[in-house]
C-alpha cells in the first residue's frame, strides 16, 4: 500500500439494495426479496478508477443506481466527500447531482431523440444556473470539443449521430456541471471494436485533465484492466475480490475471478486453443434464494462444507481482499 | 468439391434513402467439417451474408442482385422453393444472437425442438420425442423430460440459446450458420456455447459459418476467417496466418484496437473516422478514407481480392504492389 494513500471521495458503507417481490392484487402481500446488492463496501480515492465486473444478475447496475440515489438504498450509507445521500431531501439530492453523474450504457436509449445536442447539454446548465444565460452557447461549444465533436453540429439530433458520437454526448451532458465522480455503466458494451477504442481513450483523457474519479462497470475484462486502478469483481450482489486491475486480472485469486477471467477468449490462435479453460457449470443462482454460506459455492470446484454455512468476509490476501475461506490452500 | 461455394454474392436494399449495398460482391468457400468465421463491425455485411444464404432477406426491400451459392450441386439463391425448403432446417441450420427473441413465446420448448424433424423427416411422434428428447441432454440441458414442457421465458439465456442450438442440429445439419450466438451472453456462458457448438461439431462432422465481432472467439474456434468491411471480404486467410501475418491494413487496425493486445493503459489504436455510407459511391478502396497507408490511387482505382500467398488474400493495392 503507497504511502500517502489519497483520500476516498466517494465511500460505501455496508449498502444494501432489495426489491420487495409482491404478489397478489387487492390482498398485495410480499412473498420474497431480492437481493440485488447484499452488503458492499468500497471506496473511490479521488482521480482514481474503479473497475466493477461481474455477469449479468450479480447487481453491478444496481449498485451503480443506488450510488446514483437512483434506487432507494435498504441499508447503508453511500458517502460523497463525507455527506450522507441516503439521509437528506430531495433538494440536497438535488446538489450532489453536480457532484455526481453518470453515463449509460445505450446511447440510443439515454438520450431524447426531440432534444438537439445544444438542448441536451445546455439542460444542466440552465438549470444548475452554471453560467449566465448569454454564454451557455460557448459552453456547450466548449463541452462538444472536450469530447471530440464539432461544435458545429450543435443543432443536430441523437439520430444523425452513430453510437460512438451519442456516447460522446452522453458524456459531455455528464461532464456539464463538472462533476467530481462519474459512474458509467456499461459505456462502451454496445460499441464496435474501433469505437470502443476511441471511447477508453477519451474517458482516459478525461480522468487525466479533469481529475475525475470513475465508477467504470463492464463486464468485459480487458477493457475494464485496461482502464483500471483498481477492480472490484461482484457475484450475487457481494464483493468477492478487490484489489489493483494487474492483480485481480493477471493473477486472480478467488475461484470465481479465476473462472471468469478464464473464460475470456485471447485473441491468439496459439494461446487459445491450447490453454485450459474453467468453464463454469449451470448459471448463477437466483438471487431471491441465495445459497447460505458462500454464494458460489454451486459452482465452485473447491467447494467444502465449511464454504456453505455462516458469512464469508473479504480477508487481506496477497495484495487484495478476497472472499473465499480457502484462500492460502487453493 | 467444397460443400458451399459462394461466388460474387451481391445483396442490396432498396430504401427511399437509396440502394444500400450491404453485401456487394463477396465469394468463398467452405470444405466439409470446416469452420470459417466472418468477422467485421456492425454494418460490414457479416449477418446479411448468413441471412442471404438461408433466403432470410426480407424481399423487399431487399434483393439479391446477383452471385450464386452453390450447396452440394444447388444453388440456394436461385431455386424452386421446394428444393429450398429440402434444404433450409435441414441440412442448413442458422442460429442467432439473441436468444430471447428467436424461440416464439407462445409455444413450449417441446413443440418447438420438435417441428423441424417432423417437417423434414418420416418419422413417427414417439420416435421424433425420443430424438428431441437426446439433443436436450446432448447440449447439456438437466432434467430434459421435464423441461420439454416448459416455455421460453422460463429459461435463463444461455439456456435458451442451448435450446436454439439443440432445434438447430436435431436434422443432424451438414452446415450450421451462426450468427454472433455468444455475443448477447455472459463470458461464462459464453466459453460453454463455445465449447457445446466444438463438441457438437466433432460428433456431427458439420461445417461452421462463424459470423461475430469478436477476435478472441475466433481464434479459439475457426479454421479459416474472412474480414469483411464495407459489404466485401478485405483478407481472407487461415487463422494463424490471419492473427499472426495479417496484411489489410484493416485488419492490422481492428487487432491493434483491441484492450488486451495492448499493454495497460496505453493509449489505444483507433481508426479515425467511421465506416462509410453503403447507400453512395464507394469510388476506389472503402478503407482507404480511414486509412493510414493510402495514396491517391487508393481513392479511385477498384481493389480486388488478389491471392498473395497459399490461402491468403487480401484487396490492399499498397500491399499488392509491395509497398507496404
Known amino acids: 500500500m503507497p504511502a500517502a494513500m489519497p483520500e476516498p471521495i466517494l465511500e460505501l458503507k455496508d449498502i444494501k439494495t432489495h426489491f420487495p417481490i409482491h404478489r397478489g392484487f387487492l390482498f398485495r402481500k410480499q412473498v420474497g426479496t431480492v437481493k440485488a446488492v447484499d452488503g458492499v463496501s468500497l471506496s473511490l480515492r479521488r482521480g482514481e478508477v474503479l473497475g466493477l465486473v461481474g455477469e449479468s444478475g450479480c447487481g453491478k447496475s444496481t449498485l451503480a443506481r443506488t450510488i446514483m440515489q437512483l434506487v432507494p438504498t435498504t441499508g447503508g450509507a453511500v458517502l460523497l466527500e463525507g455527506k450522507n445521500l441516503t439521509q437528506g431531501s430531495s433538494a440536497s439530492v438535488q446538489d450532489i447531482r453536480r457532484d455526481l453523474q453518470m453515463v449509460f450504457q445505450d446511447p440510443y436509449a439515454s438520450l431524447n431523440p426531440r432534444m438537439t445536442v445544444f438542448a441536451t447539454l445546455s439542460e444542466p446548465l440552465l438549470v444548475h444556473k452554471v453560467c449566465p444565460p448569454g454564454e451557455v452557447v460557448a459552453r456547450v461549444g466548449q463541452l462538444m470539443e472536450l469530447v471530440g465533436l464539432a461544435p458545429r453540429f450543435m443543432e443536430k439530433y441523437p439520430h444523425e449521430f452513430s453510437g460512438g458520437q451519442r456516447q460522446r454526448i452522453a458524456i459531455a451532458r455528464a461532464l456539464a456541471l463538472q462533476p467530481k465522480v462519474i459512474v458509467a455503466d456499461e459505456p462502451v458494451s454496445a460499441l464496435d471494436v474501433s469505437i470502443q477504442a476511441q471511447i477508453l481513450n477519451l474517458l482516459a ?58 473464460a475470456i477468449p485471447v485473441p491468439d490462435p496459439d494461446v487459445e486453443r491450447v490453454r485450459q479453460r474453467i468453464v463454469l457449470a449451470g448459471d448463477p443462482p437466483s438471487p431471491i434464494n441465495p445459497p447460505f454460506g458462500c454464494a458460489f459455492h454451486t459452482r465452485c470446484a473447491f467447494a467444502q462444507e465449511q464454504c456453505k454455512t455462516g458469512m464469508i468476509p473479504l480477508k487481506s490476501f496477497l495484495n487484495r481482499e478476497v472472499a473465499c475461506v480457502r484462500m492460502g490452500e487453493i | ?228 468491411y464495407a459489404g466485401r471480404v478485405v483478407e481472407s486467410a487461415a487463422t494463424r496466418t490471419l492473427f499472426h501475418h495479417p496484411r489489410h491494413p484493416y485488419t492490422l487496425a481492428l487487432q491493434r484496437s483491441i484492450p488486451s493486445t495492448q499493454p495497460k493503459g496505453s493509449e489505444l489504436f483507433t481508426i479515425p473516422g467511421m465506416p462509410p455510407d453503403v447507400s453512395k459511391p464507394i469510388p476506389g478502396c472503402a478503407f482507404a478514407p480511414r486509412c493510414a497507408h493510402a495514396n491517391e490511387f487508393c481513392a479511385t482505382l477498384d481493389p480486388k481480392l488478389v491471392t498473395i500467398a497459399n490461402d491468403h488474400e487480401q484487396a490492399c493495392l499498397r500491399v499488392q504492389a509491395s509497398e507496404i
Not at chain 1, 219 to 241: N, P, Q, T, W
Not at chain 2, 144 to 163: D, K, T
Not at chain 2, 190 to 207: D, S, V
Open chain 2, 1 to 228: 468439391m467444397p460443400l458451399l461455394k459462394v461466388t460474387d454474392l451481391r445483396t442490396h436494399f432498396h430504401t427511399r434513402n437509396g440502394v444500400y449495398r450491404a453485401v456487394d460482391g463477396i465469394s468463398f468457400q467452405l470444405e466439409r467439417g470446416e469452420t470459417l468465421g466472418i468477422v467485421g463491425e456492425s454494418g460490414s455485411g457479416k449477418s446479411v451474408t448468413g441471412y442471404s444464404l438461408m433466403g432470410l432477406v426480407p424481399q423487399p426491400p431487399g434483393r439479391i442482385e446477383g452471385g450464386t451459392a452453390i450447396f452440394d450441386g444447388v444453388n440456394l439463391l436461385h431455386s424452386p422453393p421446394a428444393t429450398l425448403r429440402a434444404i433450409r432446417g435441414k441440412r442448413i441450420s442458422m442460429i442467432f444472437q439473441d436468444p430471447m427473441t428467436s424461440l416464439n413465446p407462445y409455444l413450449r420448448i417441446g413443440d418447438q425442438l420438435i417441428e423441424p424433424l417432423l417437417i423434414h423427416e418420416k418419422i413417427s411422434k414417439p420416435d421424433a420425442l425420443k430424438r428431441t428428447l437426446a439433443m436436450l441432454e446432448a447440449v447439456g440441458i438437466n432434467d430434459a423430460q421435464a423441461r420439454l414442457r416448459s416455455y421460453p421465458h422460463e429459461f435463463s439465456g444461455g439456456m435458451r440459446q442451448r435450446v436454439m442450438i439443440a432445434m438447430s442440429l436435431i436434422t443432424k445439419p451438414e452446415l450450421l450458420i451462426a450468427d454472433e450466438p455468444t455475443t448477447a451472453l455472459d463470458v461464462t456462458v459464453q466459453a460453454q456455447i463455445l465449447e457445446l457448438i466444438k463438441k457438437m461439431q466433432r460428433e456431427l462432422g458439420m461445417a461452421v459459418i462463424f459470423i461475430t465481432h469478436d477476435l478472441g472467439v475466433v481464434a479459439g474456434l475457426c479454421d479459416r476467417v474472412l474480414v469483411m
Open chain 1, 205 to 262: 483523457d478525461l480522468v487525466r485533465k479533469m481529475g475525475l474519479s470513475l465508477v467504470f462497470i463492464a463486464h468485459d475484462l480487458s477493457v475494464v484492466k485496461h482502464i483500471s486502478d483498481r477492480v472490484a469483481v461482484m457475484y450475487l450482489g457481494k464483493i468477492v475480490e478487490l484489489g489493483s486491475a494487474t492483480d485481480v486480472i493477471d493473477h486472480p485469486q478467488h475461484p470465481y475471478t479465476r473462472a471468469l477471467v478464464s
